[in-house]
């Protein structure tokens, strides 16, 4: 099946990958969506978006990119708003205005209890709780992550056709079987939330640790996003890549 990548960045920069032509398909960064898989050809059109901030729905709204899908399926890594903030009126608009449910997929039964919160009718959107949710040929399999301590979180490996990536979400830490499976070679890029600051309150991955854990033969497969300010330089003379210059120079 044809597979297509958008990708626009919600408050900070995010990325995605469509692991065989990367951003070849990438929209203008108009402050959208994390990222947004579009698999299909005319007949049969579905796409799969990580995460809902708040100020997605409104953006994928505007660009009409809503009308151009039959399947919608929303992979939730963690429950802040700048992560599920639109999730409600994404649901609304494509039940009631559109006629169609999208899936939402998450490890826990708490996206259920948030939405019902929010007024959320269980009929108006399919619910898949899962660690491990296959597609159209691609797996998205649910790696619990440390950002939040009130909160469980996940990243996920993506796998399409053999080859996989890994995304962070929100996290402070890299797990082992990540970092080993990228070492290893069977993870080939990494999109880690990545911040320049060192605290007590650990939230993202400080880049002083990533470049300790990462050789540098292998740091242009690492992708740094989510930052709260700019250090591009820095990280680029580390040998890793800034995710959104990345998506400039493919575009």
């Given at each position: 099946m044809e597979k297509k990548l958008f990708y626009a960045p919600v408050e900070h920069p995010r990325c995605g990958d469509d692991l065989e032509h990367p951003w070849k398909y990438a929209v203008p960064a108009y402050r959208a969506a994390p990222h947004v898989w579009q698999v299909g050809g005319q007949d049969d059109v579905c796409a799969y978006l990580l995460d809902c901030g708040e100020l997605v729905f409104h953006q994928l709204y505007e660009r009409g990119m809503l009308t151009r899908y039959d399947r919608i399926y929303s992979i939730i890594t963690h429950l802040h708003a700048d992560h599920v903030g639109s999730l409600g009126s994404l649901i609304s608009y494509t039940y009631f205005v559109l006629g169609k449910k999208i899936r939402v997929i998450?490890?826990?039964?708490?996206v259920r209890q948030l939405l019902d919160l929010t007024g959320i009718d269980r009929n108006a959107y399919y619910f898949e709780q899962c660690t491990r949710y296959e597609s159209d040929g691609i797996v998205f399999e649910a790696v619990p992550v440390r950002h939040a301590e009130d909160m469980n979180c996940y990243?996920?490996?993506?796998?399409?056709?053999?080859?996989?990536?890994?995304?962070?979400?929100?996290?402070?830490?890299?797990?082992e079987r990540v970092i080993n499976g990228f070492l290893e070679r069977r993870i080939e890029k990494i999109y880690q939330d990545t911040t320049n600051k060192v605290s007590s309150h650990r939230s993202h991955f400080p880049l002083s640790e990533l470049k300790e854990l990462i050789?540098?033969?292998?740091?242009?497969?690492v992708f740094c996003m989510h930052f709260g300010c700019d250090f591009s330089a820095e990280i680029e003379q580390l040998g890793f890549n800034n995710a959104e210059k990345y998506l400039a120079q493919q575009r």
């Amino acid at each position: 099946m044809e597979k297509k990548l958008f990708y626009a960045p919600v408050e900070h920069p995010r990325c995605g990958d469509d692991l065989e032509h990367p951003w070849k398909y990438a929209v203008p960064a108009y402050r959208a969506a994390p990222h947004v898989w579009q698999v299909g050809g005319q007949d049969d059109v579905c796409a799969y978006l990580l995460d809902c901030g708040e100020l997605v729905f409104h953006q994928l709204y505007e660009r009409g990119m809503l009308t151009r899908y039959d399947r919608i399926y929303s992979i939730i890594t963690h429950l802040h708003a700048d992560h599920v903030g639109s999730l409600g009126s994404l649901i609304s608009y494509t039940y009631f205005v559109l006629g169609k449910k999208i899936r939402v997929i998450h490890p826990e039964e708490s996206v259920r209890q948030l939405l019902d919160l929010t007024g959320i009718d269980r009929n108006a959107y399919y619910f898949e709780q899962c660690t491990r949710y296959e597609s159209d040929g691609i797996v998205f399999e649910a790696v619990p992550v440390r950002h939040a301590e009130d909160m469980n979180c996940y990243g996920y490996i993506i796998e399409d056709g053999g080859r996989r990536i890994y995304y962070s979400g929100d996290s402070y830490e890299i797990p082992e079987r990540v970092i080993n499976g990228f070492l290893e070679r069977r993870i080939e890029k990494i999109y880690q939330d990545t911040t320049n600051k060192v605290s007590s309150h650990r939230s993202h991955f400080p880049l002083s640790e990533l470049k300790e854990l990462i050789p540098e033969e292998l740091r242009a497969q690492v992708f740094c996003m989510h930052f709260g300010c700019d250090f591009s330089a820095e990280i680029e003379q580390l040998g890793f890549n800034n995710a959104e210059k990345y998506l400039a120079q493919q575009r």
